[in-house]
T-cell receptor
Framework: TQLLEQSPQFLSIQEGENLTVYCNSS?????LQWYRQEPGEGPVLLVT?????EVKKLKRLTFQFGDARKDSSLHITAAQPGDTGLYLC?????????FGKGTMLLVSP | KAGVTQTPRYLIKTRGQQVTLSCSPI?????VSWYQQTPGQGLQFLFE???????NKGNFPGRFSGRQFSNSRSEMNVSTLELGDSALYLC????????????FGAGTRLSVL
């Protein structure tokens, strides 16, 4: 069974701070996806990383895929209250996704 | 393009009853996956359907079942409901390619009393 461990589980910060969340696995994935889920809604895809060592930027969000394609990180610069939500990483296998339990981020004004 | 639609949004049932949840995927998407989300276990994969066939199944008891219709719409059924079945049930659709990018609906919140 492929498992994804996310850390930290919960993060509460002030607006303007930087943060990094991590997603680690002992398994290799063909690709890894990051989602954000807001209360009462389903997860929304932020990015897909495919190549080991790949770095993708989405405005203030920077995603990195580990060289061995077993881990990933999400860095947010100058967090804003609108970034509040549950951040989920998901590893892609054959037609299925394995999700981590997520990092709950709360950004206070 | 319309997104993934799940109905109903909320359900309250009692132990022992059964329930059917519905999911309409994005037009053109042939793969539909179902997940159960709880605070303790996170998102857990239930099953995936592709072109009316169950292609993958997670580790859930047989009380959880599903099907997919020729128009790609999918339903999942839970029989003999237990308190522990209370959860957010999410449906996701995809084209089914190797990157497996999935688009989620807003979910059905099931409460079992």
């Amino acid at each position: 069974t492929q498992l994804l461990e996310q850390s930290p589980q919960f993060l509460s910060i002030q607006e303007g701070e930087n943060l990094t969340v991590y997603c680690n696995s002992s398994s290799v994935f063909s690709s890894l996806q990051w989602y954000r889920q807001e209360p009462g809604e389903g997860p929304v895809l932020l990015v897909t990383v495919v190549t080991g060592g790949e770095v993708k930027k989405l405005k203030r969000l920077t995603f990195q895929f580990g060289d061995a394609r077993k881990d990933s990180s999400l860095h947010i610069t100058a967090a804003q209250p609108g970034d509040t939500g549950l951040y989920l990483c998901a590893g892609s296998g054959y037609s299925t996704l394995t999700f981590g339990k997520g990092t709950m981020l709360l950004v206070s004004p | 393009k319309a997104g993934v639609t799940q109905t109903p949004r909320y359900l309250i049932k009692t132990r022992g009853q059964q329930v059917t949840l519905s999911c309409s995927p994005i037009s053109g998407h042939r793969s539909v996956s179902w997940y159960q989300q709880t605070p303790g276990q996170g998102l857990q994969f239930l099953f995936e359907y592709f072109s009316e066939t169950q292609r993958n199944k997670g580790n859930f008891p047989g009380r959880f079942s599903g099907r997919q219709f020729s128009n790609s719409r999918s339903e999942m059924n839970v029989s003999t409901l237990e308190l522990g079945d209370s959860a957010l049930y999410l449906c996701a659709s995809s084209l089914g390619g190797d990157k497996n990018i999935q688009y989620f609906g807003a979910g059905t919140r099931l409460s079992v009393l």
